[in-house]
């Protein structure tokens, strides 16, 4: 594996608060997508009251080579779910709380039930925070997806990952084309609720490929994006190929406002829900 950059070491922040809430996710038997994923940023979000959660289970029914969530046979659908994540936005005074999820290709509507019980619970209970919600593609299923815009959350968020070409090495289970009209029905289908994406770089792909995916994007009218470096969890997932300096970082971003993008983060640590509350007000 190649030696990591400079610009890729930090101190690890610790935060007082994540035993708090660390105590407040084991006591409502909640997942967060911090933990399970390992985010650099963990330590920062939980310090500026953000934190994602991950509904619907701990193991995916797809297996992404990028990912470090577990696969295999899905876990039941906790009913309480829901109310209990509600619970744990109201006792930790989030002020913006995304809720993303395994993707759940087993569920008849792949989970958007679910994740519509979970923006109506937040709502109920926390008038005042704005909600993300971080959701699979559904199959391209339109009507599971209008369960989730019409529980009018504040932002739908739908990774594209990576570009066209590495489809099929990084995400095989995914569809280029099928995931950009996710975004586009998002718009469709609640023009009020703003659409956002977040990319990796250091797949393999070129900075031409990275810009198509941008035009793409714009598009079906997506507003919000992150771009960040890809780092491998293990030696047994895709291998990162190229540390991408934060100048072209800061290249891409250019070409992302110039492109129309409403509000752009891309940097090395950029993570889909890193500075999310930021994005919302652009
Ligand atoms: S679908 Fe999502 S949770 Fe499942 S393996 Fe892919 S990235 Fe990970």
Redesign the pocket.
């Known amino acids: 594996m190649q030696r990591k950059p400079d610009w890729l070491r930090r101190p690890f922040v610790w935060d007082p608060n994540q035993r708090t809430v660390e105590g407040i996710l084991k006591e409502l038997n909640l997942n967060t ?1 911090c933990g399970e ?1 390992n985010c650099p940023n963990y330590g920062e979000c939980f310090a500026n009251k953000t934190a994602t959660f ?1 509904i619907l289970g701990t193991r ?5 080579r ?4 577990s ?1 295999g046979a899905p876990d039941d659908v906790d009913p309480n779910e829901p109310r209990n994540i509600a619970l744990a936005v109201a006792k930790l005074g989030l002020k913006y709380v995304v809720v ?4 759940r290709d087993d569920l008849a509507d792949g989970g958007a039930s679910h994740f519509a019980e979970t923006i109506r619970a937040i709502r109920q209970t926390c008038p005042n925070t704005a909600i993300e919600v971080l959701i ?1 593609d559904f199959k391209g299923d339109t009507d599971a997806l209008k369960i989730v815009t019409d529980a009018r959350p504040d932002v739908i968020s739908h ?1 594209m ?1 990576t570009v066209k070409r590495l489809y099929d090495t990084v ?1 095989p ?2 569809v280029y084309e099928r995931s950009l009209s996710v975004l586009l029905n998002i718009k469709r289908l609640n023009p009020n609720v703003k659409s956002k994406t977040g990319i990796m770089v250091g797949l393999g792909e070129s900075e031409e490929e990275v810009l198509e995916l941008l035009n793409d994007l714009r598009r079906v009218g997506c507003e919000l994006l992150t771009i960040g470096q890809y780092l491998a969890p293990s030696a047994n997932h895709h291998p990162v190929i190229e540390y991408i300096h934060p100048d072209r970082f800061a290249e891409y971003a250019k070409a992302a406002y110039a492109r129309g993008f409403s509000f752009v983060a891309s940097a090395p640590y950029v993570r889909s829900s890193y500075r999310a509350a930021e994005a919302m007000n652009e």
């Open positions: 997508v994923a991950m995916c029914t797809r297996g992404c990028f990912c470090n969530v696969h993303t999820s395994v993707t699979p990774n990952e995400r289970e995914a």
